[in-house]
């Protein structure tokens, strides 16, 4: 029997198998890295979907009332601002709701644009994610602190009114929640820190590392930006996408 055959019938030399095993394992490394960046572009174009969806809900809603959802209730018959916009969303507010427990009872089917797929927290049994929030100067939930001296209108009691944004195409109205600092569970509905806060604090905790999406007055949705350590504060954030000061 020649070299050759002998090399054949006893199967591959251990350099041999290590080459391949090198191979496989580079090849799956790719295969992994192509699939996870697939999927990370899947998922920004999702919460970019959502929050248009979400922002087109607000918008009309201001465009029939004059202003904005409230966080807590107020013009909206104590209804928290994403239950609000339920029957601008093709639904309608669940007869048992309650704002203080949140949204019970039978998905509506939009309830899932409310979810962001890149958030993975769990929620209570019966409830549905709320991954979304409006701002405080939206939801006009404070008068003090960093709204002061940005131009916003703390004259009224309920969201922000339409007519006194000067700024649309620069002023934010909804962005994910920031997880990290979200003092109780943020669910459909309920009357929680989710309903109004500081969104663009920790960005550079979130999932999408120094960006997340937003959607702004003029009815345009993006992804921002966020500075090397995120923004340092409100004023910082405002000052760029919620000044609404004449100049």
């Known amino acids: 029997m020649n070299t050759f055959s002998r090399k054949f019938f006893s199967g591959f030399t251990l350099i041999e198998l290590l080459v391949v095993i090198a191979i496989i394992a580079v090849l799956a490394a790719l295969i992994f890295a192509g699939v996870t960046t697939v999927r990370k572009k899947g998922d920004q174009a999702k919460d970019l979907a959502n929050v248009k969806s979400i922002s087109t809900g607000m918008l009309t809603f201001a465009a029939e009332k004059g202003q904005f959802p409230d966080g807590t209730g107020g013009l909206t018959q104590a209804l928290v601002w994403d239950v609000s916009l339920f029957p601008y969303l093709g639904g309608k507010v669940p ?26 927290a769990e929620r209570s049994p019966g409830k549905f994610k709320r991954s979304y929030a409006v701002p405080g100067w939206v939801a006009n939930l404070s008068s003090t602190g960093a709204y002061a001296g940005m131009g916003v209108d703390w004259s009224f009691s309920t969201g922000a009114r339409t007519v006194k944004i000067k ?34 604090k920790d960005m550079d905790k979130w999932p999408y590392g120094q960006r997340a999406p937003f959607g702004f007055a003029d009815g345009h949705v993006e992804f921002i930006e966020a500075p090397a350590g995120g923004f340092k504060n409100e004023q910082e954030f405002m000052a760029k996408y919620a000044d609404n000061r004449d100049n």
Do not use: C, H
């Open 167 to 200: 700024k649309p195409s620069a002023w934010v109205i909804l962005s994910m929640a920031p997880y990290a600092n979200l003092r109780e569970e943020n669910v459909l509905g309920k009357n929680s820190y989710g309903a109004g806060v500081w969104i663009g």
């Open 95 to 120: 007869d048992n709701y309650n704002k203080n427990e949140g949204v019970t009872g039978s998905d509506q089917g939009f309830y899932k644009i409310f979810a962001s797929p890149i958030d993975k």
